[in-house]
Structures are given as structure tokens and as C-alpha cells.
């Protein structure tokens, strides 16, 4: 089992570009969760999903969207990207026990 | 609203010194859940424990334990004799039971440097 995979591993983009961050686990769980995690700081919920076709916003959810067409899948769009939105991004998946497994991390940088 | 305070920014300690990482939180639910995660350098977060709030049975698993008292809404966790390999930040989190969801807030993290 790989778990939970997320792609690309690092990335650079130029204010005012786009992207998707991607998020992938074998783990069949139907809840998932995208995080940022700003240096020094803890971890802040962007998005949620509670399964395929079913989204919510969590705490900081601005400049962003999410979709769930698939169980495995739950991509992260940044749209117009901003200087704010450097980060890290962590992607998670919850099983039955409320415990959150996570992805390795995007580390993004917007200049 | 939920929080979770951790107040220990940094804690340096040298290998073989037991050290307790505070973590305080405020709820209004009856129902909830803590976690406590370990970020090593490498940067992936690694779960550690969860405790419900009906249970507040400390634990043990092997070097590490939890001190968990509704009385003082504190989760505090202890790593007894301290390995260089425990050098990592540690967060603490907290979640309400949601219908919909499990939404985790997390405190903003103690680093621990752990000195051989």
C-alpha cells in the first residue's frame, strides 16, 4: 500500500498562475482533507471531503478549490496564484478511528 | 471555538533526559478527540495517539506516554528517556465530534532538539 501520494513534490509558480495539487490514496477511506502548514506554524484546514461528490470548506479556504469525483482522488486548485499561498500542503485521508493519515507534502513557492 | 495551545515554542534537552511536551485546549463540546503528531526533519507527519474525551486512562507505548485531565483540558505527552532520533516538532490536535467531517485544529507545534 502506498497510502497517501501527493504530487508534485515541490513547485515554483510566478503571482497570478494556476495549479492543481494531487492527492491519491489506496487506503479506501472516504474522508479527505487538504491542510497548509506556514513555517512555525501548525497545520490549517483548507478543504475537506467526506466522499466522492461531497465537499466542504474548512478554516482558510480563499483561493482555492477542491473536487471529488473519484474515492482515491482529491485534487487541490490554486487559481491566480498569490505570495500568500506559500506553503506547504499536506493532503489526508481519516479511517474509521478518526485518525488522519498524510501524504509527504507539496512544498510551494509563489514569486 | 475550538483551540489548542502548545506554549513550549522550543525544548533542547541531551539524550537520556525524560521531557514533557504541554498541550492545552479549549472546547465547548462533551465529545471530542486529541492527537498528538510527530514531524521528523524529513517533514511527513506521523500519528501517534488518539484519546477520546470519555477516556481518560493515560497510556503508554513504550518510551512515550500521555497524560490526558478533562480538569485542566490538558493532553500532555512525555518521552521518557529521549533519543536524538526524537528530535522532530510535535503537534498536538483536537477535533469535535462532527457529523459530517473531523475536522482537526492543531496547536502551533513545540520543536524538540534532542543533543547526543
Known amino acids: 500500500n502506498a497510502g497517501v501520494t501527493q504530487t508534485p513534490k515541490f513547485r515554483i509558480l510566478k503571482i497570478g498562475q494556476s495549479m492543481t495539487l494531487q492527492c491519491t490514496q489506496d487506503m479506501n477511506h472516504n474522508y479527505m482533507y487538504w491542510y497548509r502548514q506556514d513555517p512555525g506554524m501548525g497545520l490549517k484546514l483548507i478543504y475537506y471531503s467526506v466522499g466522492a461528490g461531497i465537499t466542504d470548506k474548512g478554516e482558510v479556504p480563499n483561493g482555492y478549490n477542491v473536487s471529488r469525483s473519484t474515492t482515491e482522488d482529491f485534487p487541490l486548485r490554486l487559481e491566480l496564484a498569490a505570495p500568500s499561498q506559500t506553503s506547504v500542503y499536506f493532503c489526508?485521508?481519516?479511517?474509521?478511528?478518526?485518525?488522519?493519515?498524510f501524504g509527504p507534502g507539496t512544498r510551494l513557492t509563489v514569486t | 471555538a475550538q483551540k489548542v495551545t502548545q506554549a513550549q515554542t522550543e525544548i533542547s534537552v541531551v539524550e537520556k533526559e525524560d521531557v514533557t511536551l504541554d498541550c492545552v485546549y479549549e472546547?465547548?463540546?462533551?465529545?471530542?478527540?486529541l492527537f498528538w503528531y510527530k514531524q521528523p526533519p524529513s517533514g511527513e507527519l506521523v500519528f501517534l495517539i488518539r484519546?477520546?474525551?470519555?477516556?481518560?486512562q493515560n497510556e503508554i507505548s513504550g518510551r512515550y506516554s500521555w497524560n490526558f485531565q478533562k480538569s485542566t483540558s490538558s493532553f500532555n505527552f512525555t518521552i521518557t528517556a529521549s533519543q536524538v532520533v526524537d528530535s522532530a516538532v510535535y503537534f498536538c490536535?483536537?477535533?469535535?465530534?462532527?457529523?459530517?467531517?473531523?475536522?482537526?485544529?492543531f496547536g502551533a507545534g513545540t520543536i524538540l532538539r534532542v543533543k547526543s
Open positions: 490536535a483536537l477535533s469535535e465530534a462532527q457529523e459530517y467531517g473531523n475536522k482537526l485544529v
Open positions: 484519546r477520546n474525551s470519555f477516556d481518560e
Open positions: 472546547t465547548r463540546d462533551t465529545t471530542y478527540y
Open positions: 489526508a485521508t481519516q479511517n474509521r478511528g478518526y485518525e488522519q493519515y
